[in-house]
C-alpha cells in the first residue's frame, strides 16, 4: 500500500515518525540496563525481554518502514547512529532512577506519554495506514504502563515512598521525554548529511516542531485517560480523598501539564 501524496510534503509526520522510529529502536540499550537494575526479578526480566522489548522493536520497525516508503531519499540507518551517538550513554545504569520503584514509575510516565502522543497522532493523521499504526502503538504502551504499574505498586510496598517523591520522578522524567529523548531524536533528521535528494518538505525547527505538536496535544489529548494513568500511582490511602491535597496537586500537575487543563487530575 503506498501512503498518501499528501503525506510526503508533510514535514510535521516525518519528523513525529522519525523520532519516534529512533526512540522505539533504542529499547536494547534500556532492556540491558534495566536487565541489571531488576537482575533478582527474573519475572521481570522474562517480561521486558519476551514482551517489552519484542514490541517495542515491531514499532520501531513499523515507523522506521513506512518512512522508507515515503521518504526514500532519507538515510535512516545513519542518521539513527547519529542519534545513538548522543542518546546511549543517557541510558547507563548511573542515569536510572534510584530505586527499583521509582524507576518503574518513571517507565510509567514514559509508557503514559507515548501512548498519549499516538493517540493523538491517530486522531491527527489522515492516513488510514498511519491511524491503523497509531491505534496498534497506543493500545501496547497501555499495556506496558499496566505492568510499569504492577511493577511500581510492588516495589513501593516496600520502598513507600511519599506522594511528593513520586510527583518529584513523574515531573523530572516528563520534562526528559521532551528535553532529551525527543529532542536528541530530532537532531539529525533535518541534517543534509542524512539526505540523498531534497526534502519534499519545508524544513521544521525545533521549536517549530514543539510548537505544532504542543497544539495538536491540546486539541487532542485525551484527558481523562491522560489523567488517570499519570496520576493513579500518587494515590495513596486517606489523603488522597482530602480536598486541599488534590487542590495543591492538581495545580502543581496543570502547570506541568498544560494540556490536561480543565480535567479533574
Ligand atoms: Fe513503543
Ligand atoms: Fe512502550
Known amino acids: 500500500m ?45 517480561w521486558l525481554r519476551e514482551t517489552w522489548l519484542r514490541e517495542e522493536i515491531e514499532h520501531g520497525r513499523l515507523a522506521r518502514t513506512y518512512i522508507a516508503r515515503t521518504w526514500p531519499e532519507f538515510d535512516w540507518q545513519p542518521a539513527y547512529e547519529a542519534f545513538l551517538v548522543r542518546y546511549k550513554p543517557l541510558c547507563d545504569v548511573e542515569y536510572m532512577r534510584p530505586s527499583l520503584a521509582l524507576e518503574a514509575l518513571s517507565r510509567c510516565v514514559i509508557e503514559t506519554e ?33 505492568y510499569f504499574r504492577k511493577t511500581f505498586d510492588r516495589y513501593n510496598a516496600a520502598e513507600r515512598h511519599g506522594v511528593i517523591r513520586r ?4 515531573v523530572k522524567r516528563s520534562e526528559m521525554v521532551r528535553d532529551e529523548d525527543i529532542s536528541i531524536a530530532f537532531e539529525p533528521l533535518s541534517d543534509a548529511a542524512f539526505w540523498r535528494g531534497p526534502k519534499p518538505f519545508k524544513e521544521m525547527t525545533w521549536q517549530e516542531f514543539l510548537d505544532v505538536s504542543g497544539d495538536m496535544m491540546k486539541r487532542r489529548m485525551p484527558v481523562e485517560a491522560a489523567t488517570r494513568m499519570m496520576f493513579k500511582p500518587l494515590e495513596t490511602g486517606v489523603w488522597w480523598r482530602d480536598k486541599p491535597t488534590r487542590a495543591l496537586l492538581s ?15
Open 114 to 146: 507515548t501512548a498519549m502522543i499516538y493517540r493523538c497522532l491517530e486522531a491527527e493523521m489522515t492516513d488510514p495506514e498511519l491511524k491503523a499504526m497509531m491505534r496498534k502503538l497506543s493500545s501496547e504502551e497501555v499495556g506496558h504502563y499496566r
Open 2 to 46: 503506498s501512503a498518501e501524496p499528501t503525506v510526503r510534503t508533510d514535514a510535521f509526520t516525518f519528523y513525529a515518525l522519525a523520532t519516534l522510529s529512533f526512540v522505539e529502536s533504542s529499547v536494547p540499550e534500556f532492556v540491558s540496563t534495566l536487565n541489571v537494575m531488576y537482575a533478582d526479578d527474573p519475572e521481570m526480566r522474562d
Open 251 to 265: 495545580f502543581m500537575v496543570k502547570r506541568q501539564y498544560p494540556q490536561l487543563a480543565g480535567s479533574d487530575a
Open 167 to 170: 510527583l518529584h520522578t513523574i
